[in-house]
């Protein structure tokens, strides 16, 4: 006699609180696609998430018709803070923090390390996670109190935290590379190319570079930006950077949304 296949709903309450939330079709695309291990994966309407998969993202519609199980949206709720649209929510394995180390410290580097220094917002964190692992940047960093696998992060990252390494660390700790710090004093980074091994770091919005960070600078770099303009978007701010990286690099990231 075979034994009885695990309940979605026992797997979920047992491991919620020692797994990474992933809210929503997308998120769970993407760490389907970047090699997350995903031990439970409910939604409200599993034909319609289906439908959503062969439509949007057919490589990985086989994959989740194995992981999907169907529940009732009374249950779903129970098990979301933020019912999301697509009525799909997931639980998946941070990967070891070992691993992601080693990945941030592994050299020559061919893409950058994206560093946000002390950051407050964590909606703003997650945008960052999505670009750097659109741009294909070897890892991102967080200093200061800001976790980076916090679950509104992850939300904000739509899943992308398994397709780069994403890591909190201290500064005397972060990777090795040519430290280029953005700073509204510093040289206008149109006049510099970014080297592929460059470590990128970003101050909070509201108190700019730390000191310990600003000590260890090799560069300071500032974006054109209009007078009497006090500044960017976080996220923006690090996407006009790895956009100007891009432009130089090789580009591993080609590709189609």
Do not use: C
């Not at 696609?33 to 409200?44: N, S, Y």
């Not at 741009?135 to 967080?142: C, I, P």
């Not at 904000?156 to 500064?171: I, K, R, S, W």
């Amino acid at each position: 006699m075979t034994d009885p296949a695990p309940d979605p709903l026992s797997t979920w309450r047992r491991l919620a609180d020692t797994t990474v939330l992933l809210d929503g079709f997308h998120a769970l695309k993407h760490a389907v696609r970047f090699g997350a291990e995903i031990p439970v994966a409910v939604t409200v309407d599993r034909r319609a998430a289906l439908a959503l998969a062969e439509e949007l993202a057919p490589d990985v519609r086989e994959p989740l018709a194995a992981l999907l199980t169907e529940v009732p949206e009374p249950t779903y709720r129970t098990l979301v803070a933020r019912p999301h649209p697509t009525a799909v929510a997931a639980l998946a394995v941070r990967p070891p923090r070992a691993a992601n180390l080693q990945k941030l410290a592994h050299t020559p580097r061919t893409t950058p390390v994206v560093v946000l220094d002390n950051p407050r917002n964590l909606g703003n964190a997650g945008a960052v996670i999505r670009l750097a692992a659109g741009f294909g940047a070897t890892g991102v960093v967080t200093t200061g109190t800001l976790d980076p696998w916090h679950p509104t992060v992850v939300r904000g990252g739509a899943g992308l935290h398994f397709a780069t390494a994403v890591e909190h660390l201290e500064v005397a700790g972060l990777p090795p590379g040519p430290l280029f710090a953005l700073d509204p004093e510093g040289d206008d980074i149109r006049d510099i190319a970014l080297p592929d091994d460059a470590v990128l770091a970003f101050g909070s919005e509201r108190s700019g570079l730390s000191p310990e960070l600003r000590e260890r600078t090799d560069h300071l770099v500032a974006l054109p930006m209009r007078p009497q303009v006090s500044s960017y978007n976080l996220a923006t701010s690090v996407a006009m950077t790895l956009y100007h990286w891009s432009l130089g690099a090789k580009a591993p990231f080609r590709g189609v949304y």
